[in-house]
């Protein structure tokens, strides 16, 4: 079992930037791939990025590229999604989630265990 408390969520102007953390329980953190997605209102659930148990392999859709960067860090049980240039169309709930395995992972039906997951709100 897996419990994911996400972060750092708020308000911030098009163009700012927001750090999500994810903390994790559990010993095995490792042995998980992670991932972000998120929702926005009257829109299905989408992948943002996902990263490997080791951090050397990573994903993005294709929206955020070079725009967010996903980071763990496994001594510390605990997965980042780094935003930086913000559109109001990012505008969202963020989730994290965990997937067993040792792959890199990114649809959201292979990712067991979510966190409750935290409000972005990007203002034009």
């Known amino acids: 079992q897996v419990q994911l408390a996400e972060s750092g969520g708020g308000l911030v102007q098009a163009g700012g930037s927001l750090r999500l953390s994810c903390a994790a329980s559990?010993?095995?953190?490792?042995?998980?791939?992670m991932g972000w997605f998120r929702q926005a209102p009257g829109k299905e659930r989408e992948t943002v990025a996902s990263?490997?148990?080791?951090?050397?392999?990573?994903y993005y859709t294709d929206p955020v590229k070079g725009r967010f960067t996903i980071s763990r860090d496994n001594a510390k049980n605990k997965v980042y999604l780094q935003m930086n240039s913000l559109k109001p169309e990012d505008t969202a709930v963020y989730y994290c989630?965990?997937?067993w395995g040792s792959g890199n992972y990114y649809l959201p039906g292979r990712f067991e265990y979510w966190g409750q997951g935290t409000q972005v709100t990007v203002s034009s």
């Open positions: 559990g010993r095995t953190f490792s042995s998980y791939a």
């Open positions: 990263i490997n148990g080791s951090g050397g392999s990573t």
């Open positions: 989630a965990a997937a």
